[in-house]
């Protein structure tokens, strides 16, 4: 018997005409690792929630058909025993995060649960371990990085010992080495413990291989359910859907007929194939071993153009009030044109030094200076028109009644009256169609690009984004990343923050490696991306050793794997 | 992040306000600001401004109360100008104006003046039981307090404490990002730079209600409210809290003694009464009851024996 069966599942949220889950039939059994994709706005983070009965109980609204868990309508189940067996990872920990400290944090939910201090004191310490949080357990959680924040709510989850384990897109915010641990972390709860994991994920070269069911979600209705991904990824592939990792993608676009579905197993593939062409007698050098080129920019014949210097970080370092170094001797310098990725481990600086740049923080020692202007000796709303900023929070600058008038406001800031530069950019950003809409009402994406829009209103050279892929799915992680290379076309530098490392190497010109406070390697993404362990995409991982030449694109990538086929 | 709640870690295990039970103090600022309320009589709120102040102080915590008090007194001068010109009652004419348009005759009276006088100290008194509520009662606990409650109430109250810290960083954030957008929230004319803030209020009070609504969800998917909790920490009621509960027990009975003897009412018009030296012991007794906190957190610092005792 299933031990989770949705049959027939439809809801609306209060007010909505339209149903967020139409007619949703699923059956999970016990111990299951499933992941759930689907684009933004699909019905998967209201599936989940229906299964940890927040719906219709919390958010109000109508629900119609059966939802059970072991063998019991969840609509029966009292709320104490649902809770003690459904345990929910959100996505932003800092809105999830209740208690001032970390031990109070862990012992919430049991508490709520009415359980003995022993039992409790017992969790703490299992769960504490499991996760390396012993140490932390009297700090304060708003003193923790981003990943020992979402550690602490998997650890407040789990001290509650539920039997299915809920995480809706838990690593979003996290760089990749802390990701991997957390989902290092699942993964041995659902193999060791057999506790049943439902993962909702949008990088899907974290969880993919993970995963024994995957089930694909489009305007609330579960278009694929299967425990055989060869099926989803040949699915994916003949529907173009953007729900592929990179691997599969690549031999899936190159049609290479076998499709791997790891770095591991494409790999092995690559090796068996360039044995067969040794064996054939080929030249490794002469056929698919490529010498690199000594720099890929400067053969694209990009250092040749006349360049503008736009900005120049020269020694900045910066300390907080309460005396903790966020930035040690820092350099940089952007011209005109440039795409620059700034990476690096949770608390590594990278906001501090976007915000010295930006001019909200003034360096405690050094100078950033634009078009040769030092930053401080102006107020940071007269930077507007020159550099943008756009914050991880899109919905920080929205409040207005439409999305033409957000763009228009910031126009009027800068006491620019341009009613045909809010008509372009809504038509380059693609919002025409909302002009008349609330931004707020419109999906993470939408917002994202409304928020775009209003820093772009300004017409600066330098745009600087702090984490914009936060959130966002596949689809609109791609918009995102060509309006940013048009941008680039256009001549504007672009400094971008992200810990998704794929969508860096895809679009960006230059990486740039931040760690403890300082920026410790810059290059062009190929020099960067192609040596490292965690920092790297998969494809460059499945090319490592194949050959000389860097490869981090997807394009590059399959125009290597050309030369295994 | 946030210096609102850093500063309960940083001195959360040695001193005493922070290791009271939150219904104790909760207890301690109802029977203030209802005493406050209570009483008309100088001599009695004084008694309960210098037992506050003085129990603010013992905690250190002098700076916050001054940026209260600050407040305080601007709005206590409101009070008084306004019970000064409108209150014609009174028989000690101090000044006799012009007659003005729609007000009539000014006409300041001493016994105005004292009135208005005791009703902004009142209004300092519970600005003061505010101030201590926001330094010595930790969200935390009262989140833990009223966790045992399944009503809604209990959740709207919760969260807004919560809220409340969050609410600060994201005033900042948001701030941020407005002023990078060009909004001059520091324009030379103080009108404009005040409407210059309404986004900034309106993008916060959105994302307040947008943040309050994951926090509760939060709470909801980790079984708050479910009805009898228990305790992990060493929020238990020591001696401590006892002692300041039977002390503030005998100080509101007191208080309601004197009242049924008419010691603790005043009249201030039209002619000031007589203040009595009965109404002075009360008041001193009063103050005793109330300043106790303040005596004992004085013993806490200095005699590590009685720390581990009470």
């Given at each position: 018997m299933a031990y989770i069966k949705v049959e027939d599942l439809t809801y609306?949220?209060?007010?909505?005409?339209?149903?967020?889950?139409?007619?949703?039939?699923?059956?999970?059994?016990?111990?299951?690792?499933?992941?759930?994709?689907?684009?933004?706005?699909?019905?998967?983070?209201?599936?989940?929630?229906?299964?940890?009965?927040?719906?219709?109980?919390?958010?109000?609204?109508?629900?119609?058909?059966?939802?059970?868990?072991?063998?019991?309508?969840?609509?029966?189940?009292?709320?104490?025993?649902?809770?003690?067996?459904?345990?929910?990872?959100?996505?932003?920990?800092?809105?999830?995060?209740?208690?001032?400290?970390?031990?109070?944090?862990?012992?919430?939910?049991?508490?709520?649960?009415?359980?003995?201090?022993?039992?409790?004191?017992?969790?703490?310490?299992?769960?504490?371990?499991?996760?390396?949080?012993?140490?932390?357990?009297?700090?304060?959680?708003?003193?923790?990085?981003?990943?020992?924040?979402?550690?602490?709510?998997?650890?407040?989850?789990?001290?509650?010992?539920?039997?299915?384990?809920?995480?809706?897109?838990?690593?979003?915010?996290?760089?990749?080495?802390?990701?991997?641990?957390?989902?290092?972390?699942?993964?041995?709860?659902?193999?060791?413990?057999?506790?049943?994991?439902?993962?909702?994920?949008?990088?899907?070269?974290?969880?993919?291989?993970?995963?024994?069911?995957?089930?694909?979600?489009?305007?609330?209705?579960?278009?694929?359910?299967?425990?055989?991904?060869?099926?989803?990824?040949?699915?994916?592939?003949?529907?173009?859907?953007?729900?592929?990792?990179?691997?599969?993608?690549?031999?899936?676009?190159?049609?290479?007929?076998?499709?791997?579905?790891?770095?591991?197993?494409?790999?092995?593939?690559?090796?068996?194939?360039?044995?067969?062409?040794?064996?054939?007698?080929?030249?490794?050098?002469?056929?698919?071993?490529?010498?690199?080129?000594?720099?890929?920019?400067?053969?694209?014949?990009?250092?040749?153009?006349?360049?503008?210097?736009l900005l120049q970080v020269e020694k900045v370092s910066y300390t907080y009030e309460n005396g903790s170094e966020a930035l040690k001797d820092n350099y940089l310098d952007l011209f005109t044109g440039d795409f620059l990725v700034l990476m690096g481990e949770n608390a590594a600086g990278k906001t501090t030094l976007l915000k010295n740049i930006r001019g909200l923080l003034h360096p405690s020692e050094g100078s950033v200076r634009f078009g040769g202007e030092e930053i401080k000796k102006k107020p940071l709303e007269e930077w507007a028109g020159e550099i943008g900023y756009l914050s991880q929070n899109p919905g920080d600058y929205l409040f207005l009644p439409t999305v033409s008038a957000e763009i228009e406001f910031t126009l009027e800031n800068l006491h620019l009256t341009n009613s045909e530069r809010v008509v372009s950019l809504m038509e380059k950003l693609g919002l025409t169609k909302y002009a008349r809409s609330y931004a707020r009402d419109l999906s993470s994406g939408e917002r994202q690009r409304v928020a775009l829009a209003t820093v772009l209103a300004g017409d600066p050279k330098l745009i600087i984004l702090d984490e914009p892929t936060r959130g966002l799915d596949y689809a609109l992680k791609a918009q995102l990343g060509e309006i940013l290379q048009n941008l680039q076309q256009e001549g504007r530098a672009i400094l971008l923050v992200t810990h998704d490392v794929e969508f860096a190497a895809e679009y960006a010109t230059d990486i740039a490696l931040m760690s403890q406070g300082k920026i410790i390697a810059r290059g062009s993404k190929e020099e960067i991306l192609s040596d490292l362990t965690f920092f790297s995409p998969q494809v460059a991982k499945l090319f490592r050793n194949f050959t000389d030449e860097p490869v981090v694109t997807l394009a590059k990538g399959k125009s290597v794997l050309e030369r295994f086929r | 992040?946030?210096?609102?709640?850093?500063?309960?870690?940083?001195?959360?295990?040695?001193?005493?306000?922070?290791?009271?039970?939150?219904?104790?103090?909760?207890?301690?600022?109802?029977?203030?600001?209802?005493?406050?309320?209570?009483?008309?009589?100088?001599?009695?709120?004084?008694?309960?401004?210098?037992?506050?102040?003085?129990?603010?102080?013992?905690?250190?915590?002098?700076?916050?109360?001054?940026?209260?008090?600050?407040?305080?007194?601007?709005?206590?001068?409101?009070?008084?100008?306004?019970?000064?010109?409108?209150?014609?009652?009174?028989?000690?004419?101090?000044?006799?104006?012009?007659?003005?348009?729609?007000?009539?005759?000014?006409?300041?009276?001493?016994?105005?003046?004292?009135?208005?006088?005791?009703?902004?100290?009142?209004?300092?008194?519970?600005?003061?039981?505010?101030?201590?509520?926001?330094?010595?009662?930790?969200?935390?606990?009262?989140?833990?307090?009223?966790?045992?409650?399944?009503?809604?109430?209990?959740?709207?109250?919760?969260?807004?404490?919560?809220?409340?810290?969050?609410?600060?960083?994201?005033?900042?954030?948001?701030?941020?990002?407005?002023?990078?957008?060009?909004?001059?929230?520091?324009?030379?004319?103080?009108?404009?730079?005040?409407?210059?803030?309404?986004?900034?209020?309106?993008?916060?009070?959105?994302?307040?209600?947008?943040?309050?609504?994951?926090?509760?969800e939060s709470l909801q998917a980790r079984g708050y409210g479910l009805g009898k909790r228990s305790s992990f920490s060493s929020t238990e009621w020591r001696l401590r809290d006892r002692f300041i509960e039977i002390g503030l027990l005998l100080g509101v009975f007191l208080s309601l003694f004197l009242a049924w003897r008419g010691q603790a009412d005043f009249s201030y018009y039209p002619r000031l009464q007589s203040l009595e030296s009965s109404a002075l012991v009360g008041a001193v007794f009063i103050g005793l009851v109330f300043v106790f906190p303040a005596f004992l957190n004085w013993g806490w610092k200095k005699w590590p024996t009685l720390r581990s005792r009470i």
């Open positions: 609306y949220y209060p007010e909505q005409e339209l149903p967020a889950l139409d007619k949703i039939n699923l059956s999970l059994n016990k111990g299951e690792f499933v992941l759930i994709l689907g684009s933004s706005g699909c019905g998967k983070s209201s599936l989940v929630r229906a299964l940890a009965g927040l719906l219709p109980d919390f958010y109000g609204g109508k629900m119609g058909g059966h939802l059970y868990l072991d063998g019991q309508e969840i609509r029966t189940i009292k709320r104490a025993s649902l809770v003690n067996k459904v345990g929910m990872v959100f996505q932003d920990p800092e809105s999830q995060l209740i208690m001032s400290n970390v031990e109070r944090e862990l012992v919430l939910g049991m508490e709520n649960l009415g359980l003995p201090v022993s039992l409790m004191q017992r969790r703490v310490m299992e769960v504490g371990d499991a996760l390396a949080l012993n140490s932390y357990l009297q700090e304060n959680v708003n003193d923790l990085s981003g990943g020992l924040k979402q550690k602490v709510v998997l650890a407040s989850v789990l001290a509650m010992q539920p039997d299915i384990l809920i995480l809706d897109e838990p690593t979003s915010q996290l760089d990749p080495v802390t990701a991997e641990e957390i989902l290092t972390i699942v993964r041995k709860l659902n193999e060791d413990q057999g506790m049943t994991v439902i993962l909702i994920e949008q990088r899907l070269e974290r969880c993919f291989h993970l995963a024994d069911r995957v089930v694909v979600m489009e305007k609330g209705q579960i278009v694929q359910n299967t425990t055989n991904l060869e099926e989803i990824v040949n699915w994916a592939a003949n529907e173009d859907s953007p729900f592929l990792p990179p691997i599969p993608r690549l031999f899936a676009n190159s049609n290479f007929g076998q499709i791997p579905l790891t770095v591991k197993a494409g790999r092995q593939l690559l090796e068996s194939r360039s044995n067969q062409k040794r064996s054939y007698g080929e030249s490794q050098s002469e056929d698919w071993r490529v010498t690199p080129r000594e720099n890929p920019r400067e053969a694209d014949g990009e250092v040749t153009e006349h360049r503008e210097l | 992040m946030n210096r609102y709640l850093d500063t309960y870690q940083q001195r959360e295990r040695e001193e005493m306000r922070y290791r009271l039970h939150p219904a104790t103090v909760l207890l301690y600022l109802t029977a203030v600001v209802f005493l406050t309320l209570f009483f008309k009589h100088p001599f009695f709120l004084l008694a309960l401004f210098f037992a506050v102040g003085l129990v603010i102080l013992s905690f250190e915590l002098y700076k916050e109360w001054m940026a209260y008090l600050k407040i305080g007194f601007s709005f206590m001068l409101v009070i008084m100008l306004i019970n000064v010109f409108f209150v014609r009652a009174g028989s000690t004419v101090l000044y006799l104006g012009p007659v003005l348009p729609v007000f009539g005759r000014i006409r300041i009276t001493f016994e105005a003046v004292c009135f208005g006088t005791v009703m902004g100290l009142k209004l300092l008194i519970i600005i003061s039981a505010f101030c201590l509520f926001m330094y010595v009662v930790h969200p935390d606990g009262i989140l833990r307090l009223l966790g045992g409650r399944s009503d809604k109430t209990a959740l709207a109250l919760g969260l807004s404490l919560r809220l409340f810290p969050l609410m600060r960083a994201d005033f900042l954030r948001i701030t941020e990002v407005q002023r990078c957008r060009g909004v001059n929230l520091y324009e030379r004319s103080s009108w404009k730079g005040v409407s210059k803030t309404i986004p900034v209020i309106r993008v916060l009070l959105l994302s307040s209600l947008e943040r309050a609504f994951q926090l509760a």
